[in-house]
């Protein structure tokens, strides 16, 4: 377990807050920054992703993005109510994303370059972890921002 805030006190990160591992949105984008990881790593800058989801999630899909051990993957300790998204005052919100004319756009442009949604889901009745329509939530003082990896 960790606490967000020591990510970044004693070196320079990328901090990249992810929807849910299953998201193509979020694959398109860490295949981005996969692109630029030694760019940024040459210039002092560390990745680091936080994604809702379960530890045992980070291993695959740090295998089916090609993920280099130096790029650190984490997850919110609890996917339906994500204390790492809150505290950066992410929200969620089904309108963002469904009946959205450029979210629908950019969607079939990310399954035009080969990012689907899916691949990790809670059970074989659900294919997703947590909630799809978190992009955050309003942050109370109390949170204690605490993630994991494997």
């Not at 919100?93 to 469904?98: H, I, P, Q, S, T």
Request: proline share 5%; glycine share 10%; hydrophobic share 40%.
């Amino acid at each position: 377990m960790v606490e967000v805030p020591t990510l970044w006190r004693s070196r320079r990160i990328l901090l990249v807050m992810l929807r849910h591992f299953g998201c193509r949105f979020c694959k398109q984008q860490v295949h981005s920054i996969k692109m630029a990881h030694s760019r940024l790593h040459e210039g002092g800058t560390e990745v680091v992703l936080i994604s809702i989801g379960r530890p045992d999630q980070i291993s695959r899909f740090r295998a089916k993005m090609g993920l280099p051990d130096e790029i650190e993957v984490y997850v919110d300790t609890n996917p339906e109510a994500p204390v790492a998204h809150a505290a950066f005052k992410l929200r969620s919100d089904r309108g963002l994303v469904v009946n959205n004319p450029a979210v629908q756009e950019l969607g079939q442009k990310a399954l035009g370059e080969g990012f689907k949604d899916g691949g990790y889901g809670a059970s074989r009745d659900t294919p997703y972890t947590g909630d799809v329509f978190q992009v955050g939530v309003d942050a109370t003082p109390d949170h204690r921002l605490i993630v994991a990896n494997m």
